[in-house]
């Protein structure tokens, strides 16, 4: 790599280096609550910029950058004014790290959506797309929108809801998880249930082998005991989905036989076998358990795994 081809305003682009949310603490003043990777800015870093980060209000709710050290920080900065904070207002700011030379206009749209709408904290590995908007009280289609930047941008991956009757598959990745040292002990961490004892490697390989058409995740916890083996079912789902070591097996209710009717006749527009019991439960707003009983008395309706 030719270092020289990098230097600040060379237009190239460079990787996010660092996410960090930092506000205004009414008796400490300026600080970083939360970043990732942890301590990536130093103390001293954030004591030099704070200044341009919880700005004076001609500067908010315009995107900022300010280099120093190396790096370039990427900035909304955002002031909530209500009676219920310490000195009637909230100043925050979500920002992006890259290095120094990086360009980083492509990423203002995103870090202007995280502050205006404050989906950031609600963005925890569980939430679903419309319940992290009736938690920031936005509109679904935004959220939509803003969480599709970061994932075109590689600060997020979205995985399926994670439900204990979903049924999953092993793709060829396995065989890389079970040569790869690296992506072992990431395993190891990413599923383990505490950081202070993690699980024998082996449980966890068995686990993913297990997966398969007619196995859900409340079987794989019936057959195993994942207490004892010091295993997170969700993380163990989400980390083999982001990894690509697994995939999700969809169910998509099939009518039988048309001109019959069953239990379910109502919901036999979406019985084509073109719509998966995940779409089906959110365009209805049905939940999973009464949809698959409906089908399950229905003696015309099959479903059909893939």
């Known amino acids: 790599m030719d270092k020289n081809a990098f230097f600040e305003g060379c237009g190239k682009e460079g990787p996010i280096r660092c996410i960090f949310f930092c506000e205004f603490h009414p008796t400490t003043g300026p600080k970083i609550s939360v970043q990732v990777p942890a301590d990536f800015i130093s103390k001293d870093t954030f004591e030099a910029v704070s200044v341009y980060l919880i700005t ?3 500067l908010l709710r315009s995107t900022l950058t300010v280099t120093f050290s190396g790096i370039k920080i990427l900035g909304y900065p955002v002031r909530i004014e209500n009676k219920k ?3 009637n207002a909230y100043h925050f700011n979500i920002c992006f790290v890259c290095d120094a030379w990086a360009r980083t206009a492509q990423y203002e749209t995103v870090v202007k959506k995280l502050s205006e709408f404050l989906i950031l904290p609600y963005i925890d590995s569980m939430n679903h797309v419309a319940k992290i908007a009736a ?5 679904n289609n935004l959220v939509r929108t803003c969480l599709q930047n970061l994932v075109y941008y590689g600060v997020i991956s979205m995985v399926p809801i ?4 979903n049924c999953y598959a092993v793709t060829s990745k396995l065989k890389k998880l079970a040569h790869d040292k690296k992506l072992q002990d990431d395993c190891l961490r990413a599923v383990s249930r505490s950081s202070w004892q993690l699980p024998n490697f082996r449980d966890i390989f068995r686990l993913y082998c297990s997966m398969n058409h007619g196995t859900t995740v409340k079987d794989l916890c019936l057959r195993f005991n994942l207490q004892a083996m010091k295993v997170d079912e969700r993380k163990l789902v989400q ?4 990894e690509k070591i697994i995939r999700r097996i969809h169910k998509y209710p099939t009518i039988v036989m048309e001109g019959l009717t069953g239990e379910a006749v109502s919901l ?4 084509t076998g073109g719509f998966n019991v995940d779409e089906i439960c959110c365009r209805l707003s049905m939940s999973t ?3 698959e009983t409906l089908v399950e008395k229905d003696h ?3 479903v059909v795994y893939r």
Do not use: M
């Open 162 to 165: 994670f439900q204990y009757s």
């Open 300 to 302: 015309n309706v099959t």
């Open 268 to 271: 036999y527009p979406y019985f």
């Open 239 to 242: 980390f083999g989905l982001v």
């Open 56 to 58: 004076k209000a001609q």
């Open 289 to 291: 358990l009464h949809l």
């Open 85 to 87: 904070y310490p000195r």
């Open 135 to 139: 938690l920031a009280d936005v509109e």
